[in-house]
């Protein structure tokens, strides 16, 4: 095949080496590490304001809309043009991509709440702030963790526009490729892109796991339903294993 020998070689894999994979992946890391951040530091407090307070709800569903029909291609090409290369534009083009899914994930979380449990915590007399960060924060974070895996899986995939400004990333494979009519380069961009965005899905995945409480992810469940069996039984397993080993030795 002869799309495979650039993915598979060597010397496209060696540090020591400038422009080649690890350097362009480490690029395309800081790229989406930097952008989910900032995206982030915007989005989360609003969404948690807007569905904590009920106000702006609003403006939180379009600005959602909007974002997502932005092509960030063209928003980044009209960003050049206004402030010139560099990364400021590519900053500003992966951000705005970034607020959608974590602004409407947070507000979404936050509203989806039982309002009796937030009464519950008001009658023990918490602080609205209390009640946010104790009470609706906790048991929304899954539907707040999701926003953030579609974020980060979004940025990832379009963070290769960087290249398309003259930065790295993982983007100059594809361009490159492209110029040269190297299509085992084309593909071995493509397919490390894919690869890193499965691996931190499944990263980001894990941190849900033990960021969220056991009780609303289920994991407690099983341990719990286990713990009142044994309760219910009044013997350890091991003691009924022994009794019915006796009971078959006797009969």
Do not use: C
Request: net charge positive; hydrophobic share 50%.
């Amino acid at each position: 095949m002869d799309d495979a020998p650039y993915l598979l070689d060597g010397a496209n894999w060696a540090w020591s080496s400038p422009g080649t994979i690890p350097h362009l992946l480490l690029s395309h890391l800081g790229y989406t590490a930097i952008s989910v951040l900032v995206g982030f530091l915007i989005a989360f407090p609003v969404g948690l304001l807007i569905g904590h307070t009920g106000k702006g709800s609003f403006l939180a569903i379009n600005a959602g809309n909007a974002g997502r029909s932005l092509p960030t291609l063209g928003l980044l090409s009209l960003l050049v043009v206004l402030l010139g290369l560099g990364f400021r534009p590519v900053l500003i083009a992966l951000v705005v991509l970034v607020i959608p899914p974590i602004l409407t994930s947070t507000y979404a979380g936050v509203r989806a709440v039982d309002p009796n449990a937030v009464d519950a915590a008001r009658g023990m007399g918490m602080s609205p702030a209390q009640v946010l960060f104790r009470v609706e924060l906790p048991i929304a974070l899954p539907v707040v963790f999701g926003g953030i895996r579609a974020a980060v899986l979004q940025v990832v995939a379009t963070a290769t526009v960087a290249a398309y400004v003259g930065l790295s990333g993982l983007g100059r494979l594809l361009v490159d490729g492209l110029a040269l009519n190297d299509y085992g380069r084309m593909v071995a961009g493509a397919v490390v892109v894919a690869v890193l965005a499965v691996a931190l899905d499944l990263l980001l995945g894990l941190v849900q796991r033990y960021a969220v409480s056991p009780g609303l992810t289920g994991r407690g469940l099983g341990r719990a339903r286990a713990r009142r069996s044994v309760g219910e039984s009044g013997a350890r397993p091991e003691q009924e294993l022994v009794s019915a080993g006796t009971s078959k030795g006797t009969s």
